[in-house]
């Protein structure tokens, strides 16, 4: 088994923290300040940016990164909160459209502010311009690496 260079276990580890920290607090400042989720909030503005405001549930999984059993499990959740709606493709009885409801919205526009804030100040206001040009470009290599190799799997 070969192990990680020194430096490049140091950046591993230094991303890896910063990663699970900034989605920790994103995550805790939402939850404790409109009962709302991280990863729900993702699935309402997924939804409030589509077309109709309704996708796919499996591209819905897709963008969120989950399985389609992984996004029912969230989803069903949701549901039941009134935060969104499944309803039956018309012209495809095999497909189902995932809609924002008007309550996931209104919660969505609440809760706007706080995750902007918090991106801001946890990310966006710590890094200075070549900083953000480096990551960009960096974590669209490292995004676009995963896909590739998604996409040879299936």
Known sequence: ??????????????????????????????????????????VLAHLNEASSRQLRMSELAVLCGLSPSGLTRRFDAMTRRGLVDRRRCEDDRRGVWATLSDEGHRRLVEALPTHVDGVHRYFFDVLNADHRAVLAEAFGRISAAVVSRQDGIR
Do not use: C, F, I, K
Request: aromatic content about 10%; hydrophobic content about 45%.
């Open 1 to 42: 088994m070969s192990w990680l260079q020194p430096e490049d276990q140091l950046l591993w580890r230094a991303y890896a923290a910063a990663n699970s920290r900034l989605v920790g607090q994103l995550d805790s400042e939402l939850t404790a300040a409109h009962g709302l989720s991280l990863p729900e909030y993702e």
